[in-house]
Nanobody
Framework: QVQLVESGGGLVQPGGSLRLSCVAS????????MRWYRQAPGEERELVAA???????NYADSVKGRFTISRDNAKKTVYLQMNSLKPEDTAVYYC??????????????WGQGTQVTVSS
């Protein structure tokens, strides 16, 4: 059984920072891409940032220059450092990863989400 568990969400003032973490656990053979998505109330879920197994990254235009995605392969963990937060960043943040439990067969797994609220 594979699980992704996010942590690090909370309430922060505009201009503040938060660091989200997502740890993968279970019977994991390997992990390819890892991603952060977010979903605000009444909105569709959107891709925020992604990172490949070798560290290549890409970001949504709305977060470029403010958010940084990184990963620690040994710890099976992906991070999202969020700086200069704005009220429009308020959402539930989900991590997602391409994980194989046997060689060559990958499946997408999702975490349960962590709430980020940016408000004064």
């Amino acid at each position: 059984q594979v699980q992704l568990v996010e942590s690090g969400g909370g309430l922060v003032q505009p201009g503040g920072s938060l660091r989200l973490s997502c740890v993968a656990s279970g019977s994991i053979f390997s992990i390819n891409a890892m991603r952060w998505y977010r979903q605000a109330p009444g909105e569709e879920r959107e891709l925020v940032a992604a990172i490949t197994s070798v560290g290549s990254t890409n970001y949504a235009d709305s977060v470029k220059g403010r958010f940084t995605i990184s990963r620690d392969n040994a710890k099976k963990t992906v991070y999202l450092q969020m700086n200069s937060l704005k009220p429009e960043d308020t959402a539930v943040y989900y991590c997602n990863a391409d994980i194989s439990t046997v060689r060559g067969f990958f499946k997408i797994y999702w975490g349960q989400g962590t709430q980020v609220t940016v408000s004064s």
